[in-house]
């Protein structure tokens, strides 16, 4: 059985991107972020939709270029006692929950997620108080105080195996905030799920007769889709799964030709991991020039060098994330779930 929760879909403003550097300030940046991170035993944590000048002085100073899993598990596990989070804010806030003790940054506080923020506390509370017999799961997309919330969190790299797992135990849950992942993990487990109404604006953008007239022009090609596309799109992937699991069937998968349904920041650490195949950026409403976003973040792209910069020479401030005590020791338990299931299916 599957039931959903109607929330509606908020309209966002979109953040103004970073200004535009010169090659020669990027190499400026690109330097003093070295020594600026050796100076203050600090250390970059950077997601795969970032700019690739991040994801490659993450590589050359130590740091890791990751999924949110990952990204956590990183984090936590560095000796730096400064973590510097680029991506979202949602991640910088694990990091925090996960490493209270550590300084955590980021470029900018303002990079939001369309899926944190459909999912306000107030009215998420509300949902759960009258389903007080569902066990509640939530994507790390959200906010530290729907975090606090739940009994779960889990990623995408994960969230069919924690729902299988819940459901043999004959749980009735309670998934948010993404619908279409919700919908997927329904479908591939049979769980017994209601689930919030988010989506992601990146891939709620992907569109399956564009995809189609793709695929014409390209017979060859396999098709990898994250799951936080539409449930129409997910049916026409060859792959399905997390940014590292996409990388990962990049590599694996014979085809030489890939049309990759994800934010195209991917691309840099996909085409790392196989040099030798043609990748190809999805469909999004973009052809008449009307999609929103166009498959890139406009959150993960408010992540430049300057404001990596900034926050290592600020070391706190606006850069710093905190997240309130109480709040903290709350969202710590379901996230030590998720990484203890998670270190079960990696042993
Ligand atoms: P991953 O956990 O697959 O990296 O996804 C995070 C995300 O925000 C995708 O849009
Ligand atoms: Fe959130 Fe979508 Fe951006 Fe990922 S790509 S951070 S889910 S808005």
């Given at each position: 059985m599957s039931l959903f929760f109607e929330n509606p879909i908020l309209d966002y403003p979109f953040p103004p991107r970073p200004k535009l550097l010169s090659e020669q300030e990027k190499q400026y940046y690109r330097e003093r972020i070295k020594t600026l991170l050796a100076e203050r035993n600090a250390v970059l944590v950077a997601h795969y939709y970032t700019d690739p000048d991040i994801q490659a002085l993450a590589e050359e100073t130590g740091g890791?270029?990751?999924?949110?899993?990952?990204?956590?598990?990183?984090g936590s596990l560095h000796p730096a006692t400064t973590?510097?989070?680029?991506g979202v804010r949602f991640m910088g806030e694990t990091a925090k929950i996960l490493n209270p003790e550590k300084?955590?940054?980021m470029p900018t506080l303002a990079a939001e997620c369309s899926l944190d923020l459909g999912c306000p506390i107030e009215q998420f509370n509300a949902?759960?108080?009258?389903?007080?017999?569902r066990t509640v799961v939530v994507y790390a997309n959200t906010s530290a105080e729907v975090k606090a919330r739940a009994d779960w969190v889990v990623t995408s790299s994960i969230a069919v195996e924690l729902i299988e797992h819940l459901d043999s135990l004959g749980e009735k849950l309670i998934w948010a905030p993404d619908r279409h992942l919700?919908?997927?993990?329904q479908k591939q487990t049979g769980a017994d799920i209601l689930c919030w109404q988010g989506a992601c604006i990146v891939h709620d953008e992907f569109k399956t007769q564009a995809l189609a007239r793709m695929k014409a022009l390209y017979p060859q090609a396999a098709v990898l889709v994250h799951p936080e596309s539409p449930q129409s799109v997910v049916e026409m992937a060859d792959a399905?799964?997390?940014?590292?699991?996409?990388?990962?069937?990049?590599k694996t998968l014979p085809h030489r030709e890939l049309i990759v349904a994800t934010d195209?920041?991917?691309?840099y650490k996909m085409q790392q991991a196989c040099p030798e195949k043609v990748l190809i950026e999805a469909p999004t409403a973009g052809e008449g020039a009307t999609c929103r976003s166009c498959a890139h973040c406009p959150w993960m792209a408010m992540n430049g060098v300057q404001a990596i910069f900034s926050a290592l020479v600020a070391d706190g401030g606006e850069h710093e994330i905190q997240v309130a005590a109480g709040v903290r020791e709350k969202a710590l338990l379901p996230l030590?779930?998720?990484l203890a299931f998670a270190a079960t299916l990696k042993s």
């Open positions: 890791c270029v990751a999924d949110s899993l990952e990204m956590a598990r990183f973590l510097i989070v680029a300084t955590v940054l949902f759960c108080d009258s389903h007080p017999e919700g919908s997927y993990v399905v799964g997390s940014t590292s699991q996409l990388i990962n069937a990049a195209r920041g991917i691309f030590n779930r998720m």
